[in-house]
């Protein structure tokens, strides 16, 4: 499961209405290799929907994430920060070990 909070949901819509997407472009939510611990979050917006795809839906917005990745993401949740620390999506994911200063990469 992969959910996400109030502000996350907020910025959501605010950057798909920015972006002219349409509801059905979701969160693709995935890991890939590389960062300086390892592993790196990609975070997008996706109209397909793949036969691997697992769906979760919170708050209204249907995030995927592809097979090999939620082994790494279950139990995240997306949060969306924009204070004096930084402004952007952040990942607080139980399953890292380790993670880097800037919040992108992590280890398991």
Wanted: net charge negative.
């Amino acid at each position: 499961m992969i959910s996400i909070s109030e502000k996350a949901k907020e910025k959501i819509i605010e950057i798909r209405e920015k972006e002219n997407q349409s509801e059905n472009h979701n969160i693709r939510v995935a890991v890939k290799g590389g960062g300086c611990s390892g592993l790196m979050y990609d975070l997008l917006f996706d109209a397909q929907i793949g036969e691997k795809d697992q769906i979760f839906e919170d708050k209204g917005i249907k995030i995927l994430v592809d097979k090999k990745s939620i082994l790494y993401l279950a139990g995240t949740i997306l949060e969306f920060s924009d204070g004096l620390n930084g402004k952007g999506f952040q990942f607080v994911n139980p399953n890292a070990t380790r993670t880097c200063g800037c919040g992108e990469s992590f280890s398991v």
